[in-house]
């Protein structure tokens, strides 16, 4: 593992679980942690302005290094690693329940006129410890309204929908909330939420997720389509759905269009086409 999107190792200290695959470092067991903002950038270090992905609310990460503010972290969702801020954490909790409509409020109370405390994305996660009215209650003491959640362990069923929730959110580069998202951002939030496992980068999806298709293979909804530096879903045999430079948000594009667009703005043409299959 020497990716240093997902090497949890700052290059001076690391995971134990890293002992004899890099040199020149403290080894630690690294401290649990939970993020506790609706958002937080993963940055390549703790100076560095540049986000190259997010974590949303109620991510489990490992906290390996803290310099100053800033902590370098893992996520236990995909093992991406990256610096964040030390005040986007807290301590760990054992989530129950997820975001499963674009976006949703915190409330101070079981009222949807109490003051609100914080915005969720898609994809949060809570952890819910009783029901009052129309609400759920967090661990947090907060409340967060019924039709707004689904349990955890209660996936959703097809990619394609969920993709589709996001239709005209923003494009933003390493973005994974409601609020702004890129193109593997919103392929991570459509298979996560039916409970498969996905890597962060369109790279990574191209060479971990699903089954290769032969190119004379006709699309069905949910295939993936990759490009150098891009990946976009099919929401049909003949439209894919994706977040692009092009309209800057997540947009439906038909797919004749969008590979001559592509290819003709000089990012050339389809790299691979891939189906995932949910597991059983």
Known sequence: MTDRRRLASTG???LRSLMGQVEGVSFVDGTP???????????PAPD????????????DVTVIEVQADMSFVQAHSDGYVGWVRSDALGAPAITSHTICVPASHAYSAADLKSPEVMALSHGSRLQITGAE?????????????RPHIRPA?????????????????????????VWGIDCSGLVQAAFRACGIDCPGDSDMQEAELGDLLDPKEPLQRGDL?????????????DVLIHANASTMSVAYEPL?????RIGSQGDGPVTSRRRVTRPL
């Open 153 to 177: 362990n209660k996936p959703m069923t097809d990619p394609a929908t969920v993709a589709q929730l996001f239709f005209g959110v923003p494009y933003l580069w390493g973005g994974n909330s």
């Open 133 to 145: 009215g129309a609400f759920f209650q967090t661990s947090e003491g907060w409340f967060v309204p």
């Open 256 to 260: 004749d269009s969008a590979i001559f």
């Open 12 to 14: 001076q200290t690391a």
């Open 225 to 237: 389509l990759f490009w150098k530096g891009h990946v976009a879903m099919m929401v049909d045999a």
């Open 48 to 59: 560095h302005p540049k986000r190259d992905r997010q974590v949303l609310y109620g991510a």
């Open 33 to 43: 942690a939970r993020i506790t903002a609706p958002v937080a950038d993963l940055h």
